[in-house]
């Protein structure tokens, strides 16, 4: 925490660097002096988009999760679906007002919605409006379906669903069980009390299942040295490696998987692939002066997603979903320096604000190709689903808790969370389109 402290204390705001991409630094020189050293460290991770250390300050927080045994039933949701030409794009798009539709929950009733994005109950302004939006899909009949909690649970009736990534994996699970409480609550299995871990629900009328896996790079990681603080120091990364918990979904025999990953390839990162220490990438080395070699990110991502969607080829389970990138919305400024996330409606498709920022755009692309080529490898390419979330979140910089995951007077962090996403809020709708592609 000390160091964390110091690393927001030195600002990098009164210095000229430049994002190691930019600057097009390759290699990236440490300095031998070591207080320069960890400046430069803290620099590097400054420069990226600042997820890092939200991903970071975010997990030293309290973690107050609802008690999640409830196990109840409260009426039926129902709605009805309306049927979609097999032609049309739904990751394509607008938001279009939808000032009738009441929110699927709120705050109030759904009890998995976990403190840091409750921001219903820590007042963000304007909430009302905000939630008062659809995804209407480019295309004439290409309407997507208001979510169905019944119907999604018929689907995964005797079903297991396996939510493998880094915390956005986490938020899109709470925001699908709180989308799934108006049928049936579910009680966790082996409850433990954890953020950045393993964690699995039961949903004892339909006997489905959902677990999220802490798998944050995909691929097998560790701490560069021992005693390190697992959220502040660099991490190896060992690219052709599948994360450990990989093993475990195959083996557990999941029906469905939905892995999702590249934030926290923009963290001071030190990878290996082949045996070999391959470079630093998106926040620097971390203070090692033995690497030298700067790798972009997105070179990172791309060798992550094959080497995961490889893993797990032995997968029988139904469908893989490849989730891509959600972007972080930090406008005037970075996390560390006065950024925040003040928008209170979505931008429209051809705004300039529409488009994903380079990182998250290269981010996009390399799992957009590694998905391609895993479908096109496949016996039965349609196992493999693409929910492509990045654009469609992209318009929605309002969707963010920014300051209103806690009270003004907690120190949560270093405040202002543009990462993560409200419940309810617009992240409601990747269940709306991953039922409506697990159904097509
Ligand atoms: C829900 O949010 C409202 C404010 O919008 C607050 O008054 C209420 O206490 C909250 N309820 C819970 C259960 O958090
Ligand atoms: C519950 O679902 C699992 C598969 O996820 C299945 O193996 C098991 O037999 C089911 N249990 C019951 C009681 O149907
Ligand atoms: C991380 O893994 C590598 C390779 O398996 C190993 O050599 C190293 O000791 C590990 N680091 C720590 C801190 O355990
Ligand atoms: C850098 O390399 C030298 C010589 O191989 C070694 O003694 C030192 O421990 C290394 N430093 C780090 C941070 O790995």
Known sequence: MAYMKEAIGSSPRHSNFHPARAAGCVPCKMKPNSSSRSQLAVRRAASTTGLLFVLLLVAFTASNYSSLNTDRLIGAASSSASSTPASCDVARGEWVPDPAAPPYYTNATCPFIDSRQDCMRYGKPE?????????????????????????????????????????????????????????????????????????????????????????????????????????????????????PELARVTAAGYDYVVLNGAKWFTRPVVLHEGGRVLGCSGGGCGGDANVTTYVPPERAVRAAFRTALRALRGFRGSRVVVRTVAPPHYENGKWYDGGNCLRTRPVRSGDAAAELPETEAAFHAAQVEEFRAAAAGADDPGRFVLLDVSGMMQMRGDGHPGQYGHWPHEKVGFGIDCVHWCLPGPIDAWSELLLHLLTK
């Open 127 to 243: 909430l009302h409006s905000i939630l008062r939006w659809r995804w209407q899909p480019h295309g004439h009949g290409c309407d997507l379906p208001r979510f169905d909690a019944a119907a999604f649970l018929r689907l995964v009736r005797h079903k297991s669903m396996a939510f493998v990534g880094d915390s956005v994996a986490r938020n899109h699970l709470q925001s699908l069980m709180c989308l799934l409480s108006s049928v049936e609550h579910p009680h966790e299995i082996d409850p433990k009390d954890c953020i950045h871990c393993t964690r699995s629900y039961h949903y004892r009328s339909h006997n489905f299942t959902a677990t999220v896996f802490w798998t944050p790079f995909l691929v097998r990681w560790n701490l560069t040295r021992d005693g390190a603080l697992q959220f502040m120091d660099p991490h190896n990364v060992f690219l052709d490696e599948p994360d």
